[in-house]
């Protein structure tokens, strides 16, 4: 006995979770494409919205309207086919309002939309004749008017072809000032003290060297005219000699103290480094003190 209770009471409560769903069609008779027809829903649970996937492609569902009814809803789908032939409209989940009900779906149908006209008749008709816009003007005048500008823009091109062009007096050229060169002896003294404030020295002893024996090499082009920076020893002993004999061993000793360091991997100490900087900044203060002289 306690047996069959405990069956019945699930079977109602079951009954009351699902609830009754009951579904009809209105209009769906001779469908067209574009043609609504309606689709009528009720249930006797309260309904809160009708799902609709999104995979629906050959209807399109206008309009959705819910309301109560008792202890229940009524539902309207206002639905339009948009292909030709038979077409299944799937089923539709139903979504319950409130936790007593879980909700139900409806069932799928099947309607025919016939054509929207004979497959044979291919002929496009105006259903009514072209309307004409109040105060419309005919369309001579519009070639009347298009003929009136294009005669005159040819005058306006012409008169400006034959129009002398007046004469602007030239703009006077802007003087620029001619800039100011640093002497060479003082670039070199100027880049001779950066290179002592750089801390190469201490470093990256064969980049100072470098630097070093580039100073001198664009001191003595700039002065004498000759293409130092890319010149062997050699070819710069041969330059000096031509131009000036008598301080041509001062700056081919610093090559040549330079070129060891940086081919003959030698190490030298700081006092040497220090003189052999020294004896360059010498020679360019005596070049200095020479061309004032």
């Known amino acids: 006995m306690k047996k069959l209770l405990t069956i019945m009471l699930l079977s109602l409560c079951i009954s009351l979770l699902l609830g009754t769903v009951s579904q009809s069609l209105a209009g769906a008779d001779s469908l067209s494409i574009g043609k609504p027809f309606s689709l009528l829903i009720k249930t006797d649970f309260p309904l809160a919205e009708v799902v609709i ?15 109560q009814d008792g202890q229940g809803s009524k539902a309207t789908l206002a639905i339009a086919p948009l292909r030709v032939g038979a077409l299944s409209f799937p089923k539709l989940k139903l979504k319950a309002r409130g936790i007593l009900h879980s909700g139900d779906s409806t069932d799928g149908f099947r ?6 006209r004979a497959d044979a008749d291919t002929l496009l008709r105006d259903i009514k004749p072209a309307l004409r816009y109040k105060a419309e003007a005919p369309f001579w005048l519009y070639l009347f008017i298009f003929l009136v500008c ?5 005058i306006l091109i012409i008169m400006a072809l034959n129009k002398s062009p007046s004469k602007k007096p030239k703009p006077k050229p802007a003087i620029v000032p001619a800039k100011k060169i640093a002497p060479p002896c003082l670039l070199a003294l ?7 404030r750089s801390g190469l020295a201490e470093s990256d002893v064969l980049a100072y060297h470098y630097q070093l024996s580039m100073i001198l090499r664009e001191f003595l082009e700039l002065s004498y005219h000759f293409g130092a920076m890319e010149m062997t020893i050699l070819e710069i002993e041969y330059a000096l000699q031509q131009s000036c004999p008598e301080q041509a061993e001062e700056f081919l000793r610093i090559l040549r103290y330079c070129d060891l360091v940086k081919f003959a991997k030698l190490l030298p100490s700081s006092a040497q480094i220090g003189l052999q900087t020294q004896a360059l ?4 203060i005596k070049y200095i003190s020479g061309t004032n002289a």
């Open 111 to 116: 309607v025919y939309v016939l054509a929207t």
């Open 53 to 67: 996937p999104d995979s629906l492609t050959a209807f399109r569902v206008l309009n959705t309207q819910i309301e």
């Open 281 to 284: 900044r010498q020679i360019l």
């Open 150 to 154: 294009l005669a005159l823009a040819t």
């Open 190 to 196: 100027r880049k001779l003290e950066e290179l002592e």
